[in-house]
């Protein structure tokens, strides 16, 4: 395997070849496991409309006991299912069954041998509910194991009364996850008995990020987790958190919500209930936020959404158009000087792109492989110059999401295991998207009719001729089914050969078969579009609850976590509700953390509705909550109803916005607005688009018969509804 002995020469420093294979792994599928089995799309009622059944678990979970395995609402269990238990501290997991299905589990006398024989395996991944103290030290950030022999444990001031900063951390699994809940040690408490006599009475769930396919428990260390929250620790706050809200994990709203209410029993259980519950969380923590505040109205009572996007699937639409974009640039047209520069890409892609950038890590990673991918193919890449988010930040995704033949835990499962199983985003969520004929899952993505690069067209950044090449040769991807294995993102087992070497999953691109015939595009399956609307995976944009949705001003770098995603939020909920009072949308430099001061505006917003409950959350909101920027020194430069104006929504742009500007996507510089929330356009004829004048200033009639043979079925018209989307979901089906 030359290639992967080269890839490891040309990588930076502090990277690796591909990840060595890990213990301990599925070796088994339980009896009438079956990848194919059929799926109906979900055509029930929105999730905010049902009613839930009501809980069959006798709560607490006694320390030594286990906490229950099958969900309550949210479907059967998944398999292959990947433990963690171990990774996590709590040891191997429960034996389940002696018929070689899951992991296997050996005695403890028997770990000290290289290979020992298993005792039972555990399908499942339980364990028992285990406590513990942790402590901070004095003059330390990080927490310890707590024991009677410690002497320097600090303090903290509860009530005007100081006492040890001593936290009871409890673990074990829920709905097979594993789940942490952490308090102050209260005064001659045991950790079988806890006490809630140093507990301010308010919760806060803190919901993590990461894109996960299923089939995994996930890890989670509860040092992490005490020392993401140790400001609010400190003044009586009580985290929980869980594996199963983790969305490295999955992407299952309907599992987490299932999840965090039991999660929440637990803890009520135990220490009663809380005044209000707070959710915190980045990326896909911040999705869960919005999804979950939507489907199940109560379950978080405020919202911090660090990093957000609006939801996950709804990020696909465009995030699937990168791959195909820089494709076209490195590959198909690499002979136009103009994609040598990465910020001629951005006006196609919208997303940030800078010819200055260097990178560190994954970025120059990426940097390195694409460019053997090209000299393998004998291309000159000596001119190119920076770099792109679609690049740097979402390079994956694609595979991720679609491709069933791909799984980065593929280390954790037995080759015959992972060979039986289909995977992806899609796959995993197939209960909700439905099958196809062929036992895939079905697809919403759809880029028929969209116009890539037109407001370049219209801004004269690209002429006529490049706009048409474009749109004739960018092509789309293969049908799931006719997928092959990754030729980047997993080494071991490809060929060795550089030529079948693709960054960009070229091979499961379908460009056409001619140069001559226009490529075709990918019709997204419409059952698929309203059971995503339908089973709350998209974020329609009706919110109860205040969100100060936060994040670090990342474009400079070409992090994925882009500004434009919290004015989608905005978008949809002025959409749906006419109103986005109810969320404040905070920027600041990288220097600052401004969470703490989050948290403390949130509790000024939570009082005001307490005092007022007949008031709106935007009449209530505190000036403590206003939008703003903030700079480096944790000052606020600007705040107010107007700093964040812009093009987004047709305004001259406010000063927030001159100082933190953002960025669009691909299908916001191909027309859509910034709602992005369309799987599948409307269409209209070319000779209607030019009859409205939609390519203007530029005059398109003399291509008329070049643009409808790249687009037979005609272009998007954005100004009306998304196709797909059902009629009585709630919430406004308004165009952009």
Not at 57 to 79: D, K, N, S, T, W
Not at 322 to 342: K, S
Not at 438 to 444: D, H, L, N, T, V
Not at 695 to 723: H, N, S, T
Request: glycine content about 8%; overall charge positive; proline content about 7%.
């Amino acid at each position: 395997m030359w290639l992967s002995l080269l890839l490891t020469a040309t990588l930076p420093a502090g990277s690796s070849a591909p990840p060595k294979a890990q213990s301990p792994i599925v070796v088994g599928l339980p009896a009438g496991f079956d990848a194919k089995a059929p799926a109906a799309p979900y055509d029930g009622p929105h999730p905010s409309r049902l009613q839930r059944p009501a809980e069959t678990f006798r709560f607490p979970i006694r320390l030594g006991e286990v906490g229950p395995g099958e969900a309550l609402f949210a479907g059967p269990r998944q398999y292959p299912f990947v433990c963690d238990t171990e990774a996590s501290g709590l040891g191997q997991p429960l034996v389940d069954n002696h018929a070689r299905v899951g992991t296997p589990v050996v005695s403890k006398a028997a770990t000290v041998f290289a290979n020992p024989a298993p005792i039972g395996y555990s399908q499942d991944c339980l364990v028992r509910t285990r406590a513990w103290y942790y402590y901070k030290p004095r003059d330390k950030e990080k927490f310890e194991r707590w024991s009677e022999v410690v002497r320097d444990v600090d303090s903290v001031s509860i009530n005007g009364a100081q006492v040890p900063f001593i936290v009871r951390v409890e673990m074990g699994t829920i709905n097979r996850f594993i789940y942490v809940i952490a308090a102050l040690k209260g005064p001659h408490e045991t950790l079988a008995a806890p006490s809630a006599a140093h507990w301010n009475g308010r919760l806060i769930y803190q919901f993590s990020g990461g894109v996960g396919i299923g089939h995994r428990q996930g890890r989670v260390k509860p040092s992490r987790v005490l020392e993401g929250r140790r400001e609010q620790l400190a003044q009586g706050y009580a985290v929980v958190a869980s594996t199963g809200t983790t969305t490295s994990t999955h992407y299952n709203i309907w599992l987490a919500e299932d999840t965090a209410l039991r999660v929440k029993r637990q803890f009520v259980a135990l220490y009663g209930e809380p005044d209000y519950t707070i959710g915190v969380g980045g990326s896909g923590g911040a999705i869960q936020q919005y999804l979950l505040a939507q489907n199940r109205p109560g379950l978080i009572d405020a919202a911090i959404a660090q990093y957000s996007y609006p939801d996950m699937v709804t990020q696909t639409i465009w995030a699937l158009d990168c791959e195909l974009l820089e494709y076209y640039f490195d590959r198909t047209d690499r002979r136009n000087p103009l994609w040598h520069q990465a910020e001629h890409r951005q006006w196609v892609e919208g997303l940030n792109a800078s010819n200055d950038y260097q990178g560190e890590g994954r970025a120059r990673r990426i940097a390195t492989t694409t460019r053997l991918a090209l000299l393998a193919g004998e291309r000159r890449l000596a001119d190119a110059e920076g770099q792109t988010e679609c690049v740097v930040g979402w390079r994956g995704l694609t595979p991720l999401v679609l491709n069933p033949r791909f799984a980065f835990i593929e280390d954790r499962l037995a080759r015959r295991v992972f060979r039986r199983v289909q995977w992806s985003y899609f796959e995993d969520l197939k209960d909700f998207y439905g099958t196809d004929a062929q036992g895939y899952a079905r697809i919403p993505w759809d880029n028929v009719g969209v116009q890539y690069g037109l407001r370049a067209l219209q801004r004269g950044q690209i002429d006529v001729e490049q706009f048409l090449r474009l749109n004739a040769r960018v092509g789309t991807w293969k049908p799931v089914a006719e997928m092959k294995r990754e030729r980047f993102w997993i080494l071991r087992g490809a060929s060795s050969d550089l030529q079948d070497f693709s960054p960009w999953s070229a091979h499961n691109m379908n460009r056409g078969k001619t140069r001559d015939a226009p490529a075709p595009r990918f019709e997204g399956d419409r059952l698929a579009m309203a059971a995503a609307y339908r089973s709350g995976q998209v974020f329609l944009g009706r919110l109860d609850i205040p969100v100060i949705d936060v994040r670090h001003y990342l474009e400079p770098v070409l992090d994925m976590h882009h500004a434009s995603a919290s004015f989608s939020v905005r978008a949809r909920l002025l959409a749906a509700q006419g109103d986005a009072g109810n969320q404040a949308i905070w920027v600041s430099d990288r220097k600052h953390d401004p969470t703490p001061e989050a948290f403390a505006a949130i509790e000024r917003w939570l009082a005001a509705k307490r005092a007022r409950p007949e008031q709106s959350w935007s009449a209530l909101r505190p000036a403590a909550a206003s939008d703003r920027c903030i700079d480096a020194q944790g000052k606020t430069m600007f705040s107010g109803d107007r700093v964040w104006d812009g093009e987004w929504n047709q305004r001259p742009p406010g000063p927030c916005m001159r100082a933190y500007p953002i960025y669009g996507n691909t299908r916001i510089v191909a027309g859509d607005t910034i709602r992005g929330d369309h799987f599948k356009c409307t269409l209209q004829t070319v000779g209607e688009a030019l009859d409205a004048g939609l390519y203007e200033p530029i005059d398109m009639r003399p291509y008329r018969a070049r643009l409808e043979r790249i687009f037979p079925q005609g272009v998007c018209d954005y100004r009306q509804a998304a196709q797909g989307r059902p009629a009585d979901l709630p919430g406004a089906d308004s165009p952009g």
